[in-house]
């Protein structure tokens, strides 16, 4: 009897990192294609707008945004374990968590929508009308897809320029990877994190999945294929404390990546952080929109336009939440291996007024934090 139901699909980037977890966790959950009648029956009237994945108990609670639906069903089921206890290791899952959800979009909507649109479209149909005439299907297709696609450049990959730029920074970073899964199984060594599953997010659906983004990672990255396979039909994982981590340290494979990452994300959430700050003051009491305008950034050297998110300052906030909260030698450490990959961006992070999540952006947290203890 399943525990838990899964609205999601298989084409959808979110819903991909939260049944690979649920997968690995050995938890007992039923998978609900998001046809527009879930949609309209189950996703709307529970999450209140339309998004997936979304997680639905059978006590009937419903969890919505895959790192707030992880976090939940990790305090439920502790074992076998997801987070390490390290410093250097938790900071990194964080990392890589924000890089998954809020970077590797760019390049994932880039693929879907530039180079496998026509096979995109009818997926999109297939699963929203599944028993419609296939010439049905690509209608509502193109039109549920709309979007979809549009986001592909309101994020960034844009002009020609900027779409070369996207590919050259894409297949460096799947070089990278694949270097490391030749090494190592999982992101952090010998047992999977939430690094994996935040890196599994834009990997698997769109990059894995889609056909031509799947040719390329089978061309330029097999290793990472067998990486995303291995997740798939995940081995028993023994005992299950978090001390089954190894040693607290950071697989030097893994340090081109977050080099990468800081290189190229982290300008992006500092001058986002700026602008929120100042939207926040211009606009008192108004809920914060999914963007607030657009800004300029820089990748592989070509400079582009794309929209300024809030929620992935709230994904950096979990983030940075980690990195305050260590003290002395800890954070000792940690400094010194930020150092070490590009990140002091990152360390003198500021950070803007302190936010809660609001369905796919955020709000100011009441009391900006103070009541939570969390002044800097
Ligand atoms: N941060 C959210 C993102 C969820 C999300 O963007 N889901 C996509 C499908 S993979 C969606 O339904 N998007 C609807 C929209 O962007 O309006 C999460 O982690 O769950």
Redesign the pocket.
């Known amino acids: 009897m399943a525990q838990y139901t899964l609205y999601g699909a298989p084409i959808?980037?979110?819903?991909g990192?939260v049944r690979a977890y649920l997968d690995w966790k050995g938890l007992p959950y039923h998978e609900v294609l998001a046809t527009a009648d879930t949609f309209r029956e189950v996703i709307l009237p529970r999450a209140g707008f339309?998004?997936?994945?979304i997680v639905v108990t059978d006590a009937g609670e419903t969890l919505?945004?895959?790192?707030d639906?992880i976090a939940a069903l990790e305090l439920r089921h502790p074992t076998p374990a997801l987070a390490p206890r390290g410093a250097l290791q938790r900071l990194a899952v964080a990392l890589l968590e924000l890089y998954g959800?809020e970077w590797l979009v760019i390049p994932a909507m880039h693929y879907r929508w530039h180079h496998n649109r026509e096979w995109a479209q009818r997926a999109f149909g297939e699963t929203n009308a599944p028993t419609a005439s296939p010439e049905e299907q690509i209608a509502v297709g193109m039109q549920r897809a709309g979007?979809f696609a549009q986001?592909a450049v309101r994020l960034g990959a844009g002009t020609p320029q900027m779409r070369a730029a996207v590919e050259k920074s894409y297949e460096a970073l799947l070089a990278e990877l694949d270097a490391h899964f030749q090494a190592l199984p999982y992101a952090l060594g010998r047992r999977p994190s939430m690094a994996d599953f935040g890196l599994y997010g834009p990997l698997y659906a769109h990059q894995y999945r889609d056909p031509a983004s799947g040719d390329i990672m089978r061309r330029l990255a097999p290793h990472v294929v067998r990486w995303i396979e291995r997740l798939q039909s995940p081995p028993t994982v023994s005992g299950g404390h978090a001390n089954d981590f190894e040693a607290d340290t950071i697989p030097a494979t893994l340090e081109p990546i977050l080099r990468r990452q800081m290189r190229e994300q982290m300008p992006v959430l500092a001058d986002s952080a700026m602008r929120l700050t100042q939207w926040l003051q211009d606009h008192p009491g108004e809920s914060v929109p999914r963007a607030i305008g657009m800004h300029g950034f820089e990748l592989e050297g070509v400079q582009g336009e794309r929209i300024v998110r809030p929620?992935s300052l709230w994904m950096m906030q979990r983030a940075r939440d980690v990195y305050c909260s260590l003290k002395g030698e800890d954070r000792t450490r940690a400094d010194t291996w930020l150092d070490h990959v590009g990140g002091g961006q990152f360390r003198l992070f500021q950070d803007p007024p302190r936010l809660v999540r609001s369905g796919?952006s955020v709000a100011l947290a009441p009391n900006n934090g103070e009541a939570q203890g969390l002044m800097r």
Do not use: E, G, N, R
């Not at 339309?50 to 994945?53: F, G, H, K």
């Not at 919505?64 to 790192?67: K, R, Y």
């Open positions: 959808s980037y979110f819903t990192k339309p998004v997936i994945p919505q945004d895959t790192t639906i959800d979007p986001a929620y796919l």
